[in-house]
């Protein structure tokens, strides 16, 4: 199940700059899971110690927000759109 | 901000406060203000000391303390560098009748300029990622002003990129504050922050912790306090990493670094995470009764830290606003669970 992922500018150092990148997976988990393994770093930023999605970081599968889904056991399908956006946009 | 100092019976839990009090608590009668524009109103906040959470964590002869900027009229200490930014424009013939302020910015600087731009009659723009708080862009809706909605996966950096293209196609229509580069931003902090908070702890400062947005905090309070007294030490709190959930805080590492932020002048710099700041904020709230952003409990992580360093001071920090402008933000989810008996872990690190 190859997904696109929408990486926002705080994690583009892991993917060389690329705003856009590819992973496989049947879940939002294994998602994440995968992009860990290509892009070393992204699963300690997008999840906590216990395995949750961190509070200040919102997915969106096809524009809905996971934690209105299945969290991070959302399922997902082969061309599906996820989006990684920072709860916050720093800045004052 | 109008305020008189009374004396009220503390619960036993504060006990120990009496051995404070010895150390000539400050009280300071100011009259009841008059103004004719809230212009008037911005600054002489008051300094909270932070007694209820800090028992028994830090040495006893070290006090924290927290300039409460949420009493400002537009709700942030960002209303200081706001009314000086437009203030120094209008003299300088930059800003004048005809003119659109308009500026980048993630909330608090925006409402600031959107209700000095009310007040004074200016028409405003704000550019603006759209993944701010809903309750910050129906404020600064609230004013009168105009949102350029930028891309949220770009941040802050986004932002600026958009204001500067705005600006680009029709140059003469706007004046920018440019809180990122205008020196009028420290100097608002040099002017007043810094004055207030020697007054208010007459003389005793010995540490300034303040959160970094643009740096105009910590730069124009951190020249004034160590104009008065060099051995202050000016401490910076920033985000511990790129990705962090600290809304108004850059982690200039990885940020366009502002213009009027100069790291030399600092004495230290301490990196605090997104969730132990969220805690923090939960902790405030249910201990001092006192509900901040997450700014504010980034900057009480850090001030406890130092506190925690040393035998002997007074530590002063910026609760830069009051958190009500957050409740529908990220910052609360799993609130619920969170107990009190977390803040040991919080504050044992």
Not at chain 2, 70 to 95: H, T
């Amino acid at each position: 199940m190859a997904v696109r992922v929408r990486v926002p500018t705080p994690l583009r150092r892991f993917t060389a700059g690329v705003d856009e990148v590819s992973a496989d997976g049947t879940s939002i988990n294994a998602v994440i899971e995968d992009l860990e393994r290509r892009h070393p770093g992204m699963r300690e930023r997008l999840l906590d110690e216990k395995g949750d999605i961190r509070r200040f970081v919102n997915i969106y599968l096809n524009g809905d927000d996971i934690r209105f889904l299945d969290a991070i056991n959302s399922k997902v399908k082969d061309g599906d759109d996820i989006s990684i956006v920072p709860a916050i946009a720093g800045g004052r | 901000m109008a305020t008189t100092s009374q004396s009220f019976p503390r619960l036993p839990a504060d006990a120990d406060a009496g051995a404070r009090n010895s150390t000539a608590p400050v009280r300071e009668i100011v009259p009841v203000a008059r103004a004719l524009s809230v212009l008037d109103l911005v600054g002489n906040t008051p300094l909270f000391e932070i007694t209820r959470l800090t028992a028994g964590l830090i040495p006893a002869g070290v006090r924290i303390f927290a300039k409460l900027e949420g009493f400002n009229p537009g709700g942030s200490v960002k209303d200081r560098p706001a009314r000086k930014m437009i203030e120094v424009g209008a003299a300088e013939g930059k800003l004048k009748p005809g003119k659109v302020i308009v500026d980048s910015t993630s909330g608090n600087t925006g409402i600031a300029l959107a209700m000095l731009g009310a007040a004074l009659g200016y028409p405003v723009e704000l550019v603006m990622p759209s993944n701010v708080s809903r309750e910050r862009k129906k404020i600064v809706g609230a004013y009168g002003a105009r949102i350029h909605y930028s891309d949220p996966m770009e941040g802050s950096d986004g932002a600026i990129i958009m204001c500067r293209r705005l600006i680009e196609q029709n140059p003469a229509r706007y004046f920018k504050p440019d809180q990122y580069n205008n020196e009028a931003n420290a100097l608002a902090h040099f002017e007043t922050t810094g004055p207030e908070i020697w007054r208010q702890t007459r003389g005793q400062v010995t540490h300034f912790v303040a959160a970094i947005g643009t740096g105009g905090t910590v730069m124009g309070t951190g020249r004034f306090l160590k104009s008065k007294n060099s051995a202050v030490r000016v401490i910076a709190v920033e985000p511990d990493d790129a990705m962090h959930g600290l809304e108004g805080l850059k982690h200039m590492a990885s940020s366009i670094v502002p213009g009027i932020y100069h790291e030399k002048e600092l004495d230290d710099k301490i990196p605090v995470g997104t969730e132990e700041a969220y805690e923090m904020v939960y902790a405030l709230g249910q201990t001092e009764g006192i509900l901040v952003g997450q700014s504010s409990g980034a900057a009480m992580i850090a001030a406890l830290k130092v506190a925690k360093s040393i035998r002997e001071g007074t530590v002063v920090t910026v609760f830069g606003d009051f958190g009500d402008k957050y409740l529908s933000t990220n910052l609360w989810i799993g609130w619920q669970q969170w107990r009190r008996e977390r803040l040991q872990q919080v504050t044992a690190r």
